[in-house]
């Protein structure tokens, strides 16, 4: 009886010991983790801040929607491009722009001179999906419209400054090479216009008058909302009436195929939020750490009385 509790008590206190030992080294992981994120000046995962995406990320980060023919979609893919598309966000800034801004893009050409080319013109049009996302510019040289399509995510792109922020009343501005060449022409020299930090972005309701034809397009099957009375013969007229189809707009099934559920996007705009936050926590700390080593370098460097 006695060799039997005695045993029964080596192998309770054995039990014990393990429950223990398991104890003291998941309290040590969870400090030594606490202590490590706590150096990186980062947050635990279980205090994380849970950020929602606003609703206007649909519009300033249109190319981080995918494709939405199901045929084309490749989820593994499309991470790895948001992927790519936010670490190059962290080495150069994209700012806010929409069809309508005018911009200043500093890219690598190594026909120009100093290896460096700069342009400045409006947005005509913005597309693409993921790293290939584009836009296009437009100015006049010379008397002479330009044209300049860029990659955003291409590695040569230096630097996009804008300029003047504002929309335009149609997604798409082509037909600005119809158009007199004063609205296309901006000065090179042109200064970025100050915005304050709760700037709207204002809706230019300009409207531009077309050059007689011969056009570029059929503007008159456009129903273009930035271009005055277009006139145009009655027999084209009659037959851009024809081809209209103003039922579309109330198409519900048409409309849903052509659009990403929005489960999906707010995903994916949680995403970006998550990445700007992180971005505008870095500056802050950099800038800090900046001002630091001023003050320190101010008071640890001797001045000396002028003779």
Not at 82 to 103: A, Q
Not at 151 to 158: G, K
Not at 224 to 244: C, H, N
């Amino acid at each position: 009886m006695a060799a039997l509790l005695r045993q029964f008590s080596v192998s309770h206190l054995t039990v014990s010991m393990r429950k223990l030992c398991v104890t003291s080294f998941a309290t040590i992981a969870s400090d030594v983790q606490s202590e490590t994120i706590a150096s990186k000046g980062e947050q635990p995962s279980w205090k994380s801040p849970k950020l929602s995406a606003p609703p206007e990320y649909r519009f300033i980060f249109p190319e981080f929607l995918p494709k939405v023919d199901p045929k084309m979609r490749n989820s593994l893919r499309e991470k790895l491009e948001r992927k790519d598309m936010l670490n190059r966000r962290k080495v150069m800034e994209i700012p806010e722009f929409y069809v309508g801004s005018i911009l200043a893009v500093t890219a690598s050409d190594r026909f120009s001179v100093g290896k460096i080319n700069r342009f400045v013109g409006i947005c005509i049009h913005r597309g693409g999906e993921g790293l290939r996302a584009t836009f296009r510019l437009r100015n006049v040289i010379d008397h002479q419209g330009v044209e300049i399509m860029y990659d955003m995510y291409n590695p040569t792109m230096q630097k996009i400054e804008v300029l003047r922020l504002e929309k335009r009343l149609d997604d798409e501005l082509f037909y600005l090479r119809d158009a007199p060449q004063e609205y296309s022409t901006f000065p090179f020299d042109m200064e970025p216009e100050l915005r304050a930090s709760d700037f709207e972005v204002p809706i230019n309701p300009l409207k531009v008058k077309l050059n007689p034809m011969p056009w570029y397009d059929r503007w008159e099957r456009k129903n273009l909302k930035g271009v005055e009375d277009i006139q145009v013969s009655p027999r084209r007229l009659m037959k851009a009436q024809k081809l209209a189809t103003p039922w579309m707009k109330y198409d519900l099934m048409k409309e849903y195929r052509s659009l990403i559920p929005e489960e999906e996007q707010q995903e994916i705009f949680n995403e970006v939020h998550l990445h700007q936050f992180e971005m505008k926590a870095a500056m802050k700390k950099e800038k800090k750490l900046n001002v630091k080593r001023t003050i320190t370098k101010s008071i640890t460097t001797p001045t000396y009385p002028k003779n």
